[in-house]
């Protein structure tokens, strides 16, 4: 994984993106979600007095959304580090013109690589299961481009999509989109590595311990729990374009002090 080889005191970060930047599924008790970006956020802070942290991004957002709404805001701020998450909402949806996605990922990039100190871009998780598999080609296609405009621009790529770890089913939420808290918490390892720091945790990439998978009546329950609860009002949003983050905004959309908990 490409780390950077020695990390400056960063003193601020900003993070750009959609529901995988927002936190989803890492569900705190007051029913916000914390995420793998404010873990990281709250590592370095504790490295860093006066440490600032803005979090812009929010669930649903397609990658021309993040790019007129949240883009010019983080460039503006002028932070340390902006970590930039977006496009596979994109590659979801029925119809999708990867030539545009690619376009508006490499605006977002010229945007804000020249805004700060270090640009972090992602290949994000890949949970195995069918459902996936039919958009698994635009998603690599996706963190190619990824990869190209990383190289062209000074930035670093967290390869989460080559971890075999974050593969496993048990690392992600029930709705089958999102990573638990165990699963963000492997992430914000990936990305404090990556930004050159010591590792807290060597092993996040290695696979958890095997168990006992469970029994075929257990896992069809499962599914149709799934269809009912997730996959069909997923589809449903997709079909009349509505989004789950309509109207909502971003849960830390000022670059202030970090005062939060890990």
């Known amino acids: 994984m490409q ?19 927002e936190g989803m599924s890492d569900l705190l008790p007051d029913g916000s979600y914390r995420g793998w970006a404010d873990l990281l956020a709250a590592r370095m802070a504790a490295r860093t007095p006066g440490f600032r942290y803005a979090n812009l991004a929010v669930r649903g957002k397609l990658i021309g959304q993040i790019v007129d ?7 503006a701020m002028d932070a340390d580090v902006v970590t930039l998450v977006g496009g596979l909402n994109d590659t979801l949806r029925p119809k999708c013109d990867m030539g545009r996605v690619r376009g508006l990922l490499t605006e977002a990039v010229e945007r804000l690589a020249p805004s700060c100190k270090q640009l972090v871009l992602m290949r994000s998780p890949g949970r195995q299961g069918p459902v996936l598999e039919r958009f698994r080609p635009r998603m690599e296609e996706l963190f190619a481009c990824v990869d190209e405009l990383a190289e062209k621009h000074g930035a670093l790529v967290v390869d989460l999509y080559g971890a075999p770890a974050l593969a496993d089913p048990r690392l992600w939420d029930v709705d089958r989109l999102h990573l638990t808290a165990e699963g963000h918490r492997r992430v914000a390892e990936a990305v404090w590595q990556t930004l050159g720091h010591d590792a807290e945790d060597a092993e996040w990439h290695v696979p958890m311990a095997a168990t006992t998978p469970p029994g075929w009546v257990t896992r069809r329950v499962a599914d149709a729990r799934f269809a009912r609860q997730h996959l069909l009002p997923w589809i449903g949003r997709r079909l009349t374009g509505r989004s789950s983050g309509d109207g909502r905004p971003p849960k830390r959309p000022d670059l202030l002090p970090y005062e939060g908990q890990a």
């Open 3 to 21: 780390t950077n080889p020695t990390p400056p005191p960063y003193t601020s970060l900003v993070a750009v993106g959609d529901s995988f930047t």
């Open 69 to 75: 709404e949240q883009v010019p805001v983080a460039a």
